[in-house]
């Protein structure tokens, strides 16, 4: 079974940079798809950014589209997001999820894998 571990996660200042990694317990191979979710107490877990392994095309969701960019490392199975100019909005518990494609990426009922999630709290 695949496992995820998130791990970047802290504290940063409105305007600030963080990069959150994903660790995958083994190589998934073409047919995998790799996204990032987020969630606040009270809603929905929600889509942020997704990769495919097969041709590296992403998608994103718009509050994030020009801030926000998602990569895999193929070598050291892990997928990042690399998030600048945060805002206090993106205030959130991320998530990395694998799926297998094809198929929709940018809803949750589609993944069949999670991590336990990395806190992310950016000040104002």
């Known amino acids: 079974q695949v496992q995820l571990v998130e791990s970047g996660g802290g504290l940063v200042q409105a305007g600030g940079s963080l990069r959150l990694s994903c660790a995958v317990s083994r190589r998934t191979t073409s047919n995998y798809a790799m996204g990032w979710f987020r969630q606040v107490p009270g809603k929905e877990r929600e889509f942020v950014a997704a990769i495919k392994w097969s041709d590296g095309s992403t998608s994103y969701a718009d509050s994030v589209k020009g801030r926000f960019t998602i990569s895999t490392d193929n070598a050291q199975n892990t997928l990042y997001l690399q998030m600048k100019s945060l805002k206090p909005e993106d205030t959130a518990v991320y998530y990395c999820?694998?799926?297998?494609?094809?198929?929709?990426?940018?809803?949750?009922?589609?993944?069949?894998?999670w991590g336990q999630g990395t806190q992310v709290t950016v000040s104002s």
């Open positions: 999820a694998a799926k297998r494609w094809p198929g929709v990426v940018t809803t949750q009922w589609q993944y069949n894998y």
